[in-house]
């Protein structure tokens, strides 16, 4: 019994140590996102793959109202390939091809939409820069300069 206790007692020790180490030796490695494998290849319209994600829906950051929209936009093949999306999939349909991917994106898109006041979003060039807001998360999951053209195909705020 005094065996097993002691065995006990050094697993317990082990990983209290081993967590320690992970959260006050490199903290970041508890919260770290990878970064983009493809943050150095440019747009090329030419092979770019297009995406629809679809039926997006959030209320806005101030209480009573609420945005749904559709997003289009056109990514680099190796920037879609490389986050764990298929470009057979992505074209002609809706989504990455990936259902983590899609849910990335969708997540991201309404914790901005959340962000977003109903002011924000209905002032003179509001949706301008709720389009430059999309293409920063975008470009943050895939890659800087691995976006072109966004495009809203369905926007309604209420």
Known sequence: ???ILSYFLIFLLGAGSGAAALIFGDPSL???SPKPVVASLPYNPLTAISVTET???SNLGSSGHYVSFNVEFNVTKQALTAQGGSPTA???GTGTGSPELDAKIRNDLITLARSTSYQEFTQSGGISTFKNQVR???ESIFGPGTIGPIYFSSLMTQ
Do not use: R
């Open 136 to 138: 920063e998360v975008l």
């Open 90 to 92: 992505a074209t002609g």
């Open 55 to 57: 039926g997006i829906e």
């Open 30 to 32: 508890l919260s770290h």
């Open 1 to 3: 019994m005094k065996k």
